[in-house]
């Protein structure tokens, strides 16, 4: 069974006094749940829980976008309007699907000048790869005695 064909809940986390704190989608409520307990500071002040199961994932996802778009949940930052945009690229970083087009481009014989960074894809954007050329790798190596 493909993770998009699961029946996957809708779930809101309100506060004593009715606000909503969070609006979220799992397939696993005790794992999800227990995920937020673990790590999640506002935790403590969900008095209140709701849930609502679509038939597939992505039917669960629209769904969650429009709530959290309309109702402005206070924890949530994926998805919401006004979460702040992961940081812009450096002229030396690449998304990973700009790096298979890089890559797509070096097996029809382009050449890879300076390094380039592939990033994460989390908002701060972390190095998580890097490609190089051969000769610059050949040189990285005699530089630090390898070779």
Do not use: C
Request: charge should be negative; hydrophobic fraction near 40%; aromatic fraction near 10%.
């Amino acid at each position: 069974m493909w993770l998009n064909d699961q029946p996957t809940a809708l779930y809101r986390f309100f506060d004593a006094d009715g606000a909503l704190l969070y609006v979220g989608i799992t397939a696993d409520l005790e794992k999800r749940w227990s995920g937020h307990q673990s790590n999640k500071a506002w935790w403590p002040d969900v008095a209140e829980k709701t849930v609502k199961w679509h038939a597939d994932r992505s039917s669960a996802l629209s769904a969650e976008l429009e709530a959290i778009r309309s109702e402005a949940p206070r924890y949530n930052v994926a998805g919401s309007p006004w979460a702040p945009g992961a940081r812009e690229l450096e002229a030396d970083e690449l998304s990973s699907g700009q790096a298979k087009e890089v890559l797509r481009g070096v097996e029809l014989g382009a050449q890879i000048g300076d390094p380039l960074f592939i990033v994460d894809r989390t908002k701060s954007r972390k190095h998580a790869a890097v490609l190089v050329s051969p000769d610059w790798y050949e040189r990285a190596k005699a530089a630090l005695g390898d070779g």
